[in-house]
């Protein structure tokens, strides 16, 4: 029986940073295809070349629909699927009386697992295919996650948010159960199938010195793993961590101190940066995870995307406190945050931060987030004419920059033709 399936339509591939390459980076078919089998992909070209070379494969035909990796999601909350765009003000206010209330509830396996197929639904149904997400303390809550991606095939990273103060009494552990909880999950779920355990301080506030040096050996200990937290969101947040933390030479040094600095590090945020932690986090080359909607929402700040020249930057919803669960809302986003920066992002830069750059940022790359042939065939298929709004901008096209970029600002599920998630149509 032939397995090898051809994917017909427009195709882009990066050879490298469009960030710092320019759109030159890109390689655009207008007739491309792309050969997957057994969950891979085998080759990507033109239409011609790939139909030679796989004479007997099964052929789907999505005319001028665009094919592009799966969306990369490189920092989100699952656990806050259901309070997505409740009124709030500050960070405080809005962990204080949205997010901990919530995550108290995944205490519960049962509703940890509805909120996770929700979540997982949601996220492909907008062409998300792999995600980097914080769960919550309680053990329940990682396995639900864990289980319901492992029924859908799907890559993603995950790991109990560990917190021991400055939260609600149910949503604090200690040291040593932050350690120990961390660790079993890990042993657990860590390569198991497509699944990655991220060791996960939520952030210095909610952690005393002594648990983040107990995450700091965890990590220690498997350094091929993951770590998450956020960084410098917003102003009053970094005078928080410095009456905390009054011997750290910056924010980024209550971590660095205890053992939670290194390349597969990656920081949340990180908008109001000191000189000192961009030339730490340049010399360990660890990620930032830019999440537009969410600063925006928050008001926390506007991202120096520039950063991208010496650091690896992945993009990300960071539902809840993002505004969307869509990868084109957010590259939207992006797009207008970098604009009132005076730092205009073109469309192919955008679709690699969603795409290649997030799966840089999580050091997966080599698997998915790009069309190189030996990857998953994690795929998405974008309609470019998805809205009578989309159809009349992109019909006046002259090139795949304008045909695409409507579809960034004013795309949404609509746009999402297909999925394909290990080689297989969802």
Same mark, same amino acid.
């Given at each position: ?130 995600? =980097?997400? @914080? ?5 329940? &809550?990682? !396995?639900?996650?864990? #289980?319901?991606?492992? $029924?859908? +095939? ?40 497509? =699944?990655? @355990? ?5 952030? &210095?506030? !909610?952690?005393?010195? #002594?648990?983040?040096? $107990?995450? +700091? ?210």
């Amino acid at each position: 029986m032939n397995t090898t399936r051809i994917l017909l339509g427009q195709t882009l591939q990066f050879t490298d940073s469009p960030l710092t390459h320019g759109a030159e980076a890109a390689i655009h078919h207008r007739h491309g295809a792309v050969a997957v089998a057994e969950g891979r992909i085998l080759m990507t070209g033109t239409a011609e070349v790939v139909r030679a070379a796989h004479p007997q494969a099964e052929i789907t035909d999505y005319g001028p629909s665009l094919i592009l990796p799966g969306f990369v999601d490189a920092h989100a909350h699952y656990p806050q699927t259901a309070i997505i765009a409740s009124w709030g003000k500050r960070l405080i206010d809005w962990l204080n009386s949205y997010t901990f209330p919530e995550e108290m509830r995944l205490a519960d396996p049962a509703y940890a697992a509805q909120i996770a197929n929700r979540y997982l639904d949601l996220l492909l149904a907008h062409g998300t295919t792999t995600v =980097a997400s @914080y769960c919550t303390i309680h053990p329940e &809550s990682v !396995t639900a996650f864990f #289980e319901a991606a492992e $029924a859908r +095939g799907m890559r993603v990273a995950a790991g109990k948010t560990c917190m021991d103060r400055n939260a609600p009494d149910g949503l604090c552990d200690t040291p040593q159960t932050a350690y120990d909880d961390s660790k079993a999950l890990l042993e657990t779920w860590h390569g198991r199938g497509r =699944a990655e @355990y991220v060791i996960t301080p939520r952030f &210095s506030p !909610t952690s005393t010195p #002594e648990q983040l040096a $107990a995450l +700091g050996a965890l990590w220690a200990e498997h350094p091929d793993c993951l770590m998450q937290t956020h960084l410098s969101e917003q102003t009053d947040e970094i005078a928080w961590v410095k009456s905390l933390f009054p011997e750290a030479r910056d924010y980024l040094d209550t971590y660095e101190a205890h053992g939670l600095l290194s390349e597969r590090g990656m920081y949340g945020h990180a908008i109001h940066l000191e000189p000192r932690e961009i030339d730490r986090l340049s010399e360990t080359g660890a990620a930032l995870i830019h999440c537009p909607t969410s600063n925006t929402f928050i008001g926390s700040g506007l991202f120096d995307m520039t950063l991208a020249a010496s650091l690896p930057v992945g993009l990300a919803t960071d539902t809840g406190g993002g505004s969307s669960f869509s990868m084109l809302r957010t590259m939207a986003a992006a797009y207008e945050i970098a604009q009132l920066r005076g730092n205009p992002l073109h469309p192919s830069a955008l679709l690699w931060l969603a795409t290649e750059g997030s799966a840089r940022a999580m050091h997966m790359a080599d698997r998915v987030g790009t069309l190189d042939a030996g990857t998953e065939a994690d795929l998405v298929i974008l309609d470019l004419a998805s809205t009578p709004a989309i159809a009349q901008a992109a019909a006046r096209a002259e090139d795949i920059w304008q045909a695409v970029f409507p579809t960034i600002m004013l795309g949404d599920d609509r746009a999402v033709r297909a999925v394909w998630v290990a080689g297989r149509q969802l």
